[in-house]
């Protein structure tokens, strides 16, 4: 699986718009980029993933750049309850391996 | 959704006894599962991968006689903590692939485990 890099952690205020960055400059073609957060004490949960098209969901919104080199999980109006570590991880989704989790980036939302 | 779902959530326990984590899926079959642990403010790391009616596979450095991990059932894997130790205190998480493309891993709510 391809390597990520993210900003060890992130402030955003309450009800704007978060932002977070992940470069994957080594993403193969088949591989797929995945977004999961860790709310503390708690297992992840799973946000959004994509391969070359920009998604959104209910919970969030993913850009991929067209070289597929870097992504962005964005919030569009964070809530204090986005108070997380957030990972972005590439993978392949034919890989039944685990699921490997870098350091990710601590998401703080200040009222 | 798929769910995992974890037991207990939190447990205190003796040094040299041994502890019993639950992990189910509740509306779907995992013949694989995978266990992880994470220590305070660093990330997931995993500790084994659980297969269905075979032995499990450990990661290096994971002891798999202290870790003992079955998975005897698809829809049921335990991780047994045995002769428990104040370092083996972390927050032990379980989780499954699942078949639906949009959530590719499905994660349990973890177990605190504190040796006391």
């Known amino acids: 699986d391809a390597k990520t890099t993210q900003p060890p952690s992130m402030d955003c205020a309450e009800g704007r718009a978060a932002n977070l960055p992940c470069n994957h400059s080594t993403i193969s073609g088949n591989e797929y980029v995945y977004w999961y957060r860790q709310i503390h004490s708690q297992g992840p949960q799973y946000i959004i993933h994509g391969l070359k098209n920009n998604e959104t969901n209910e919970m969030a919104s993913l850009i991929i750049t067209e070289d597929r080199k870097s992504s962005t999980l964005i919030l569009p109006h964070a809530t204090l309850r986005d108070t997380a570590v957030y990972y972005c991880?590439?993978?392949?989704?034919?890989?039944?391996?685990?699921?490997?989790f870098g350091a990710g980036t601590r998401l703080t939302v200040k009222p | 959704g798929a769910v995992v779902s974890q037991h207990p959530s939190w447990v205190i326990c003796k040094s040299g006894t041994s502890v019993k984590i639950e992990c189910r899926s509740l509306d779907f079959q995992a013949t694989t599962m995978f266990w992880y642990r994470q220590f305070p403010k660093q990330s997931l790391m995993l500790m084994a991968t659980s297969n269905e009616g075979s032995k499990a596979t450990y990661e290096q450095g994971v002891e798999k006689d202290k870790f003992l991990i079955n998975h005897a059932s698809l829809t049921l894997s335990t991780l047994t903590v045995t002769s428990a130790h104040p370092e083996d205190s972390s927050f032990y998480i379980c989780s499954a692939r699942i078949r639906d493309p949009n959530y590719g891993y499905t994660f349990g709510s973890g177990t605190r485990l504190t040796v006391v």
């Open positions: 991880i590439v993978r392949g989704w034919r890989n039944n391996n685990d699921m490997r």
